[in-house]
């Protein structure tokens, strides 16, 4: 199982980004997928995260400006970004929840590469 981030990069205060995350691999069922993210000398922390029946948590942080959306096979994660600002310089992580088929119908976490958003004038 893969998770492939794309869609990061350079955006000034105030404007928008869209990042992707693809999952690919012998996925038998995702139980969850979102965000994190990690900014420079700080820890991991939640973005949003969707669960299989359609609840999404968001942080405080972002609620208002980031959405978060899948397609309908659920192998492709967005998050929606807009009125960014410098505090959400970080790179951002992908993550998912996944039982993977033919073993004994576990979930187990993955994760994807980071892609650096960068807010900067």
């Known amino acids: 199982v893969q998770l492939q981030a794309s869609g990061g990069g350079l955006v000034q205060p105030g404007g928008s980004l869209r990042l992707s995350c693809a999952a690919s691999?012998?996925?038998?069922?995702?139980?969850?997928m979102g965000w994190y993210r990690q900014a420079p000398g700080k820890q991991r922390e939640l973005v949003a995260l969707e669960t299989r029946d359609g609840s999404i948590n968001y942080a405080d942080s972002v609620k208002g400006r980031f959405t978060i959306a899948r397609d309908g096979a659920w192998n492709t994660q967005y998050l929606q970004m807009n009125s960014l600002q410098p505090e959400d310089t970080a790179a951002y992580y992908c993550?998912?929840?996944?039982?993977?088929?033919?073993?004994?119908?576990?979930?187990?976490?993955?994760w994807g590469q980071g892609t650096l958003v960068t807010v900067s004038s």
């Open positions: 993550y998912a929840e996944i039982v993977v088929g033919g073993g004994k119908l576990i979930g187990v976490n993955y």
């Open positions: 691999g012998n996925i038998f069922r995702i139980n969850t």
